[in-house]
């Protein structure tokens, strides 16, 4: 089962889909228990393929490390 962009636009916006990179469309994006990818030919979202999919859980491991490192701009305000 293939998503539309579209489709998969509604998931992210409700919180249901979280993409890889936000700000970047599109993305592979976690949905449903799965990555999704959109092929170089830009139609709809697929499932990624398993060798893909493990790539996708490094990558997405890294970000959560870089953005962890990165004081939020909460943590800079001053009381």
């Given at each position: 089962?293939?998503?539309?962009?579209?489709?998969?636009?509604?998931?992210?916006?409700?919180?249901?889909?979280?993409?890889?990179?936000?700000?970047?469309?599109?993305?592979?994006?976690?949905?449903?228990?799965?990555?999704?990818?959109?092929?170089?030919?830009?139609?709809?979202?697929?499932?990624?393929?398993?060798?893909?999919?493990?790539?996708?859980?490094?990558?997405?491991q890294r970000v959560?490390?870089?953005?962890?490192?990165?004081?939020?701009?909460?943590q800079d305000a001053?009381?």
């Amino acid at each position: 089962m293939n998503l539309s962009i579209e489709q998969m636009n509604i998931h992210r916006n409700a919180g249901a889909a979280q993409p890889l990179l936000v700000g970047y469309d599109p993305a592979p994006v976690h949905h449903a228990g799965q990555w999704w990818v959109v092929p170089t030919d830009g139609s709809d979202y697929q499932p990624a393929g398993l060798q893909v999919a493990a790539a996708l859980d490094v990558l997405a491991q890294r970000v959560a490390a870089a953005q962890s490192a990165v004081p939020s701009p909460d943590q800079d305000a001053e009381p």
